[in-house]
């Protein structure tokens, strides 16, 4: 482990660290590989050499913004925060991404991507407000974006999380399902509970919803919306029309990012209807500043065997 120390010289150490150092404290969270911490007017930084000059950069940066306005926000230090964690993903390849860690789960797991096209799909939500994952079932396609909202969120880059999917039944009808619509629709939003139950603590995930910071919602509810500063996620989005694609599309506002995930395989539409994600895929292909990403059975991440049935269904359908 290597240590870097910074001197402080005529700087207010309680304008600059904040109360009870609370600035580097938010600086120290940021960077869980590494530790920062504070002696008299001495900032310590210990860890590997990429993390210490990330850190370094931002406390000079942040010691400048004091020498021009005299005092450190909170603000201030997530604002430099995210700048500098955009620059060094956008600079990252595909297998230096796989090593990354996207955030911590509630057992303290590493969620991180498992594959090169998982990988390519967090590359690709760096670089783009809005990305279409594509491919069939356990790849992980849902669970990475889940992922990537909740740490935007957990570094204030959004407020809220907006996730949904069109309530289109898969063998059976939601008229038959007991409960009010919220009640029906739940069972096929379970993945996403569970992708969230991974990750943000059962408390803190219930206050998440109670005040609507994180949204899950029928696509039918997103009509008339104009969402800001908002994480963006569509699922199963081969199960829009034309129109619902259009409409979700449209949604999108300022400081917005959104992922599309979707199976072209497990179309539930009735057989004269059209796919909203196959249409939208001829129509946006080549707009800039849209990503596309296909995932493969060599992705799935589930049982063994769920590769090789993918594998066996691709080959029948083939013929």
Known sequence: MIEKVITLDNVSLVDFLGIENN???????????????????????QGQ???IMAINEILQSLIEHYNKFGKITEENINNFLNIDAETQRKELGVEQIREETLLYGV???????????????????????LVFALGPAGTGKTYIAVALAARALKNKQVKKIIITRPAVEAGESLGFLPGDLKDKVDPYLRPIYDALDDMIPAEKLKFYQDNRIIEIAPLAYMRGRTLN???????????????????FLTRMGINSKAIITGDY??????????????ESLRILEGVKGIGFVTMEAKDVVRHRLVRSIINAYDKEESK
């Open 23 to 45: 600035n580097i404290k938010i600086i120290s969270a940021a960077f869980p590989a590494s530790k920062v911490f504070s002696r008299g007017n001495e900032i310590f930084i």
């Open 49 to 51: 050499t990429t993390e």
């Open 107 to 129: 057992r303290g797991n590493a969620i991180k991507p498992k594959t090169s096209n998982q990988a390519q799909l967090v590359r690709s939500a760096y670089e783009n407000d």
């Open 229 to 247: 500063d908002a994480f963006i996620l569509l699922d199963e989005a081969q199960n829009t029309t034309p129109m619902q694609m259009k409409m």
């Open 265 to 278: 395989s497990q179309i539930d539409l009735p057989k004269n209807q059209k796919s909203g994600l196959l």
